[in-house]
């Protein structure tokens, strides 16, 4: 008694196992966590170096580099890219996916030891770092405002009462406050006032940081009682400095307010925030990876009425963006589909078998097998996302295939007049090596993916691990539980839909022009071939896509105006532009951010109604949104949907970019510029835009040195009074309950507009005595690069750009690189880099692995039927399915993306199925002492029942996908219509393809056979 007939005798045994396995299914599903896509943990560890005053320059070469050459060093560093603005440097590491986070943490703090004795003294803090993960993008907006409070006391709400409790809730990394509208004490020098008081700028300074102190001070223990001494040495806000006495005047004291104005103000003074118009405080909350992104938003809904309750009544709270919103939907969607996908399947089951037991018995192996699926799921430590959803769903087209086959065979031997138990026992058993075949060669096709490098690998394994795990379920089921139904539920008269009079012509049909074909072989033959070289055609010359873009919700702009704008103008500029976007019926609110991350740079989120019932997509939001954006003069605005995942660290104005180095830096900055024109008049690429800001407005100060020295003026004097009066100056700390807060010291607003007011700046030389910085130097109007950018050490240019309508990825690095081979010196090299980066590598590695899986696919064939020959009969078919599916996106304007690709992977799993039950049949046949012709011909026709109800089940599947149904549905259409396009062609190629090229390779084996008959003999190998 074999496995398969031990079940058929013991139904309760058979029946608990398949309750337990819905039982466990079941409670799997409901403690699955939810998320958009699978858990992406891209090891990314960003360094922030921040030195008020500093020009970009003098951050590259005194702090960025000196990090740079200590990071070089890391272990396991992947990329290494660097941007030095006005008084900052931020320098992103990435580093390879099998990188520990943490371990690599440890080395970058080392490094920064190791770095801290080469960096300036003048640092107002060390250079900190933060682990970060591009891949995971915000999951929650908020904005607090006021019409009655000052901002800083708004920024002091949010982040005591909203952030802290934010940060508390499980599963969140972290809140982010764009606005940093934090309270700072700011003097304001009035310059004129000093230089007629003989007061010199450090003077100011050194009285504030004098007055300004919290120092412990200790206790007083007497015999019976110790007191605590404090003192009034803190001052909290601008009144209490006012009284501060700066110097003495001709006995009299000249007081703080006297010669300056102190003001309680924010301290990013340069960076604004408003949402709807409204200036306020936004903060976005980013999610730990692996958490459930539904449940951390159910968990901050809880907290909601507490948090608003906790705020005065005149500030408002706004939750401006939810991401779990878009996240139900897609899911909600996702759900749906799949539940239409099974009915879809069981209706075609039922339409074939015309048997509400047969229809039963064949349709139980598809919730058996997906329900089964998710307990797996939970073990492995997955979740219930897009992809994994989206292979259950792909699954659902053939986990029914096996318990057809078994069905099938089952009436089979029914219909020769066996009780149903026998007819059981010995139809499984007769499959048993058929469903093996057929089960292990599908499974086996997605295992490369499960290897995939890159991200985009690790994001698919999970996808790879269903749907093979799916398949490998359908197979047992169809082995076990399909079997001991149909001994059970099937009569002994049970017959199949086979005298149907629309199947009974189709049969005909096929029968008459199957024998036609395999007398005209060499026809046959050459229309196979002429279909390989057309597959291989459409696979070189259809353009190559990338992850197809996904609605949710919103839309990112970035902003760009021109080098050396003023902060009010960006503003403006930014306040100009909100109702332009608010204008559009799709857009329900605009969240604006100027002076960010760079001075002449904002950025814009246009937050769309919700899709349904916003029925356009919002790459047509954003098409009807770019030339709005962009008609306020001096202000450039490139709006993109946020990518399915986020590879780069780098901020860009688009989603792609093409990365420039070299050591000569002149040359990379002509030949930049002029690679970047030239992209402008390419039609492949849009939204281009280049880091490249060397035309800054400077005021530069030129020291007469001798001159000074006669006056008793070092450099130094001149710096550090030029850095107290224009660096905003951090000059002391007031200590707070719940935060540290900055007293920031610089001239009047006023006389910072100009370079030519540098004049009105007195110096204080050993003396006493008053001297005018123009005596002392020449102020001379020049040009300089707004930031200084660095990729693994060395200066870049990062280009970013966008796809034009029409044109795909592949297309765009294509003619990128066939232009950069041309305009590029030996000097200047070029690579692709963030998402660019790994579309590149990815269309690699799917390419080869495509292959991988029809070579892993010839070896388990051959390995099952102990030939090099049938495997090849069985893989003929595939050219003919990769023709189908090519052909039908190019005719529907698709391009081959990564779903483009996983359509072709299936194919190659579905078409062999049908010349494994072709083949299997023949062999028996011919083993019964038929020819190969005639076994090929019977096997084809009698075998055509089951291979019509599985492909056409299949296909029923993926017709939600294929008509891009549901939310996102549009993303996933190519993956759909590959598949069903590549079936219906291979399906009739493979009925006639298949037994023609099985009586070639019986010929070819019997000739084999029969000539090495005498050395077997030889060697006594039987036969």
């Given amino acids: 008694m074999n496995l398969t007939e031990l079940f058929v005798r013991r139904p309760v045994l058979t029946t608990t196992i398949m309750v337990a396995m819905l039982f466990f299914g079941v409670i799997a599903y409901r403690n699955l966590p939810v998320s958009a896509l699978p858990q992406v ?104 405002h006021s019409d009655a409070m000052p901002l800083y006391k708004v920024n002091d709400y949010a982040e005591t009462y909203v952030s802290n409790a934010l940060s508390m809730v499980p599963g969140v990394a972290q809140v982010l406050n764009y606005s940093q509208q934090k309270f700072t004490v700011r003097v304001y020098i009035k310059p004129d006032l000093l230089a ?9 300074r050194n009285a504030i940081v004098a007055q300004n102190v919290n120092l412990p001070l200790g206790t007083l223990d007497g015999k019976h009682q110790t007191n605590t001494l404090k003192a009034s040495g803190q001052l909290m806000d601008a009144k209490a400095y006012d009284p501060i006495i700066v110097s003495y005047v001709e006995g009299q004291p000249v007081r703080l307010d006297e010669v300056a104005t102190v003001k309680n103000s924010v301290y990013a003074d340069k960076v604004f925030c408003y949402y709807n118009g409204k200036k306020c405080v936004a903060l976005a909350v980013q999610r730990q990876p692996g958490s459930n992104t539904i449940e951390i938003v159910d968990d901050i809904e809880k907290l909601m009425p507490a948090i608003r309750a906790s705020l005065p009544p005149t500030v408002k709270l706004e939750v401006v963006y939810d991401m779990s919103q878009s996240i139900r939907a ?43 699926t998710f307990a797996v799921m939970y073990l492995f430590g997955y979740s219930l996302d897009n992809l994994s959803l989206l292979a259950l769903v792909l699954s659902v087209g053939f986990v029914v295939d096996d318990a057809i086959v078994v069905l099938e065979n089952v009436v089979r031997h029914l219909e020769m007049g066996k009780r149903p138990f026998q007819a059981a026992v010995d139809g499984v058993k007769q499959i048993v090596f058929t469903i093996v075949s057929m089960t292990s060669s599908l499974a086996i096709v997605f295992v490369p993916i499960m290897f995939m490098s890159g991200i985009y690998g690790r994001v698919l394994h999970e996808f790879a691990v269903t749907i093979t795990v799916a398949i490998v379920i359908s197979g047992v089921v169809a082995l076990v539980v399909t ?79 021109e080098q050396g704008i003023s902060p009010e103008a960006m503003q403006g500029k930014l306040q100009e532009l909100q109702p332009m976007i608010r204008a559009n019926p799709n857009v329900r609110s605009v969240l604006n951010v100027a002076g960010y991350p760079q001075r002449n740079q904002g950025f814009t ?23 709005v954006v962009n008609s306020i003069p001096g202000l450039l605005t490139f709006y993109s949907a946020p990518p399915l995942i986020e590879i780069s660290t780098e901020i860009s104005a688009s989603p792609y970019q093409l990365i ?94 100009y370079p030519d007011q540098l004049s009105s700046l007195y110096l204080k030389n050993r003396s006493g005595e008053m001297v005018r910085l123009d005596v002392v130097a020449d102020v001379k109007a020049r040009t300089g690069p707004l930031t200084v950018n660095h990729y693994g050490q060395f200066p870049s240019v990062t280009i970013s750009f966008d796809t034009a309508p029409g044109f795909s990825i592949g297309q765009a690095t294509d003619t990128l690189r066939a232009m950069a081979s041309k305009m590029l010196p030996d000097s200047v090299r070029f690579k692709f880099g963030g998402t660019a980066e790994a579309f590149e590598g990815s269309v690699r590695s ?50 081959l993306d990564l779903y483009g690709f996983v359509g072709l992977f299936m194919l190659i799993g579905i078409v062999k199925k049908n010349a494994i039950m072709v083949v299997d049949f023949a062999l028996e046949a011919e083993a019964e002492g038929k020819t190969p012709l005639d076994a090929a011909v019977e096997g084809s026709v009698v075998r055509f029942r089951p291979i019509m109800m599985t492909t056409i089940a299949a296909i029923a599947g993926m017709t939600p996908i294929a008509i891009g149904f549901g939310a996102g549905g549009d993303s996933r259409q190519p993956l759909g219509l590959a598949v069903v396009g590549g079936l219906l062609l291979s399906q009739v190629v493979t009925l006639y393809l298949t037994p023609v090229v099985y009586t070639y390779m019986a010929g070819l084996q019997h000739w084999l056979d029969k000539r090495g008959a005498k050395a077997r003999e030889i060697r006594g190998i039987p036969s």
Avoid at 196 to 204: L, S
Avoid at 512 to 525: G, K
Avoid at 671 to 684: G, L
């Fill in 41 to 144: 943990d891209f090891p990314t560890i960003s360094v922030l170096a921040t030195l008020p005053g500093a020009d970009p320059d003098t951050m590259a070469s005194s702090v960025a580099t000196p990090i740079e050459k200590q990071f070089s060093s890391i272990e396991g560093l992947r990329t290494m890219n660097s941007t030095s603005s006005q008084g900052k440097t931020t320098i992103n590491l990435q580093f390879d996916l099998s990188r520990k986070i943490d371990a690599a943490a440890m080395d970058v703090q080392a490094a920064i030891t190791r770095a801290s004795g080469l960096l300036p003294p003048n640092m107002p803090s060390p250079p900190s770092f933060s682990k970060v993960n591009p891949a995971e993008r915000p999951i929650y907006y908020l904005v607090l």
């Fill in 846 to 895: 799917l390419s080869i692995l495509l292959v991988v899986a029809i070579i892993i696919i010839f070896m388990i064939l051959s390995c099952l039927y102990e030939s090099f020959l049938h495997p090849l009969t069985i893989i003929a078919g595939l050219p003919s399915a990769a023709f189908g599916g090519l052909l039908v996106l190019w005719l529907f304007g698709f391009s």
């Fill in 196 to 204: 007629a008081k003989q007061i010199g700028i450090n003077e100011v």
């Fill in 483 to 561: 079997p001991m139904l149909s001994s059970r539920l099937l009569r002994p008269q049970s017959r199949l839909a086979e005298s149907d009079p629309v199947f009974g012509a189709m049969l005909r049909f096929y029968k008459r022009t199957l024998v036609l074909a395999v007398h005209h072989r060499l026809v046959t033959m050459l229309i196979s071939v002429f279909i390989l070289g057309a597959s291989v055609y459409f696979f070189i010359a259809l353009p190559k896509g990338f992850v197809p873009p996904v609605d949710m919700n919103y839309l990112i702009g970035f902003c760009i105006g």
């Fill in 330 to 372: 897609s899911l909600d969607d996702v759900k749906l589909t799949l539940a239409l996908a099974v009915i879809l399947v069981i209706v075609v089951v039922f339409i074939f078998l015309r048997n509400l037991s047969a229809t039963f018995i064949a349709s139980i192996a598809i919730p058996l097998s997906i329900v089964s």
């Fill in 660 to 753: 420039l180095q070299s050591t000569d830096t002149p040359s990379l900055f002509k030949n930049a510029q002029k690679f970047t024109y030239a992209m402008f008049a390419t039609p492949e690429i849009t939204g281009v835009n280049s880091n490249l800001y060397i035309k800054n407005p400077e005021a530069y100060i030129d020291i007469h040195r001798d001159k000074a020295f006669s006056l008793g003026i070092t450099a130094e004097d001149l710096e550090q009074s030029a850095f107290s009066s224009y660096g905003s100056r951090e000059i002391s700390n007031i200590y707070g309950t719940t935060d540290t807060y900055k007293v920031v010291l610089e001239v009047e607003k006023d006389y910072q507009h």
């Fill in 605 to 627: 989120i246009a937050f769309l109604n919700d899709r349904p019932p916003r029925k356009v997509t919002a790459q047509k939001v954003m098409a009807e949104l770019f030339p």
